[in-house]
């Protein structure tokens, strides 16, 4: 008898254990990480309204297009979790949910209409993929928790282009990347997939992106051989699933033999046979011809290439005395049979063109306008100088009126806090596409001319430097996440509303009731004002070390990229002094160069400001920037206060994770502080 139980005994621990073990294992699996993003599914919790979607999507009529299986796919899983259902897939009008195509050819190839109709869903749309972009929408009105009872939605993108661009080495090494090695695996491919390439696509495709540059600006010759083809032409086949077409950066002198020295960056040689890359030369068009047709044979959705040429010692038509428009058009002609484009970048600074850096990139290209083919786009970055926190427009938008021009904004945070900082970028991206020309008159808004509203254009685009690595949160930051959310909700539809941007990307992640909502939105919202106050002021320019764009290096910009002494602190870029305020329209031209009408978000840029200078608040110029260089410290004590105070809402890892990136931002804050204080000291009249 004894020995019986002592069996049983023995049965039920192991049982136990197993039970345990499976309990471990499943939250371990369920333990938010951030690796979900904005796709972090999670039951609703209002009930009514539950219900009212179980109705409604437990079945579905698919529409019968090439995106049904991923559609299917995403429905199943958010579905699960959302609403504790798996949908039945059927094909009769009983079904809640119902998908089909409709004449409306004004929604293009990608716009969706969603609407309510006798208790039913409607989901429609004249090409395939807008059913695609419409099930994320359907979804994401779940996460949000939407009434459903109004639905009369029409989504139709207002950019057709919209592009993530990493800046990845073949080595797995990320330019600018603060969150791991790059996510392609290279030594891997093509044989083995990684499952991340879906979950990629996946987050992609839920926010409008449908193009990606694979490789970095500074194009290693290489990407372009075949055994890299075949490897890309297997990550092709998952991204075309999800609607998204592969570009690639390509360096301008892959037609020649390799270089004695091919691992060395910008010492690469080419990857072909020939001496030279001279754009004029037939051989060197044949190559490119011939390559072109190579990679249409892998790929054959290929989006065209990416060129950063004659920048930063990059190689480029300019090595043959040839212009950009040369350059850029034999790549254009091999690639238009094709269908596809060439993204040529502005991004350049010769010193020979002028004397002032913030100049260089529009007297290089305006004398091009109406040059370039018609398949070739300008990539210019949102400002003049370098992805700075704040600065100016590019002039360029509105001036190049027979060239498609996309801007090019950095979701990385480069100069703005990288993986440390908790910056949201949404605000200056809005000012930026607000930022009104005035190249057509008052309302002439970047936003309008990059959607073919000012001047007929036959590309619209936008594209943003991705901050995505291998790390298990993709970002480095958690918050930095909310980054690339919102910059393909903008590249989408650029008047979207920040406070709609910012709402649902809180819910879709955080998953969190309405008071920590609010707390959150409380702590991004002004982040970017801070980080520009306290590290760039007034638009001041370049104030970071030159190799890490992190540290404070003051002492290293002054009186080279900016002038300081004891009676002022600027650039004088008025009519008087390097006359950048004339590469802009009259009107904001004559704004810019008087100093009382002058922005003051922009008046370092523009003028050499004296510190007793009055400001519109009636204080000195001298008060409020000292008063500025304080705001990053006060930013990051805030919001260290308002997440704790929602400590008790949020899961444990990420609120960890957060909590210690916000410590690491003090920590940061407060050494950058201290320099600036130590330096600004020894000119400042009242010390």
């Excluded at 930095?480 to 979207?496: C, I, S, T, V, Y």
């Excluded at 009676?567 to 009259?586: A, E, L």
């Amino acid at each position: 008898m004894n020995n019986y139980y002592f069996h049983l005994s023995i049965i039920l621990l192991c049982l136990c254990t197993i039970g345990h073990s499976r309990g471990q294992a499943q939250i371990v699996r369920n333990t938010d990480t951030g690796y979900e993003l904005w796709l972090n599914y999670k039951p609703v919790q209002d009930l009514p309204l539950k219900e009212s979607y179980i109705q409604l999507y437990s079945q579905v009529n698919l529409p019968q297009c090439k995106y049904d299986e991923v559609i299917a796919e995403e429905l199943k899983r958010s579905l699960k979790a959302t609403l504790g259902i798996t949908p039945q897939f059927i094909s009769n009008t009983t079904a809640g949910i119902q998908m089909s195509y409709c004449k409306d050819k004004s929604l293009g190839m990608e716009g969706y209409l969603i609407r309510n109709n006798n208790n039913k869903i409607i989901l429609q749309a004249y090409s395939d993929a807008g059913f695609l972009y419409g099930t994320f929408h359907l979804i994401r009105l779940i996460q949000c928790e939407y009434p459903l009872d109004r639905l009369n939605i029409r989504e139709v993108p207002a950019l057709d282009y919209r592009q993530l661009n990493h800046w990845d080495d073949l080595n797995g090494n990320i330019e600018r990347g603060y969150a791991g090695k790059t996510l392609w695996k290279w030594d891997e491919l093509p044989e083995r997939l990684d499952e991340r390439y879906t979950d990629y696509a996946r987050a992609n495709a839920s926010i409008g992106i449908n193009g990606v540059v694979l490789n970095n600006v500074n194009a290693d010759p290489r990407i372009l051989r075949r055994d890299y083809l075949k490897k890309i032409s297997a990550l092709a086949h998952i991204l075309r699933k999800y609607n998204i077409r592969i570009y690639l950066s390509a360096n301008f002198a892959a037609p020649m033999k390799p270089s004695s020295t091919p691992d060395v960056m910008k010492r690469w040689g080419g990857v072909g046979e020939l001496d030279t890359a001279n754009p004029l030369e037939p051989n060197v068009q044949e190559w490119w011809n011939t390559k072109v047709d190579e990679i249409y044979s892998l790929i054959p959705d290929f989006g065209g290439f990416l060129v950063k040429a004659n920048s930063e010692g990059m190689p480029g038509p300019q090595d043959y005395h040839c212009s950009h428009a040369e350059g850029a058009n034999v790549l254009a002609r091999a690639l238009k049979p094709h269908g596809g484009i060439v993204i040529w970048r502005t991004f350049v600074y010769n010193p020979q063109i002028d004397k002032d850096r913030i100049k260089r990139s529009y007297k290089e290209f305006l004398p091009l306008d109406g040059k370039f083919d018609d398949n070739v786009i300008l990539q210019a970055k949102n400002g003049a100088l370098d992805f700075q926190p704040i600065e100016p427009a590019q002039p360029l938008f509105g001036a190049m009126k027979q060239t498609s021009l996309m801007p090019e904004l950095q979701i990385t945070q480069e100069y703005i806090g990288q993986s440390t900082y908790l910056v949201y970028l949404a605000p200056m991206w809005k000012e930026f596409l607000n930022f009104d020309t005035y190249c057509k008159g008052a309302g002439s808004s970047i936003t309008k001319i990059i959607t073919g509203k000012v001047y007929p254009t036959k590309y619209r685009a936008m594209a943003g430097v991705a901050n995505t690595g291998d790390s298990n949160n993709w970002t480095g930051h958690h918050f930095a996440q909310a980054n690339w959310f919102a910059f393909g909700r903008l590249a989408w539809n650029p008047k979207e509303t920040i406070e709609k941007i910012t709402s649902e990307w809180i819910k879709s992640t955080w998953n969190c009731d309405k008071s920590s909502e609010k707390v959150i939105t409380q702590m991004m919202m002004p982040t970017w004002n801070s980080y520009v106050r306290s590290h760039s002021p007034y638009s001041l320019g370049l104030t970071t070390q030159v190799a890490c764009h992190y540290r404070a290096g003051f002492d290293i910009r002054a009186n080279k990229e900016w002038k300081i002494d004891n009676k002022g602190i600027g650039t004088n870029r008025t009519i008087n002094g390097t006359d950048y305020v004339s590469q802009y329209f009259p009107t904001n031209c004559t704004h810019f160069n008087d100093i009382k009408q002058c922005p003051e978000l922009y008046l370092l840029c523009f003028h050499y400001v004296p510190w007793n200078h009055l400001m519109k608040s009636g204080d000195t110029f001298e008060k409020e920037f000292v008063e500025s260089l304080k705001q990053g410290v006060k930013q990051v004590e805030e919001n260290i206060q308002l997440w704790r105070s929602i400590r008790e809402k949020i899961d444990s890892r990420r609120f960890e994770e957060v909590m210690n990136c916000l410590l690491k931002e003090q920590q940061d804050a407060k050494t950058f502080y201290e320099s600036a204080v130590g330096f600004f000291s020894a000119y400042l009249p009242h010390k």
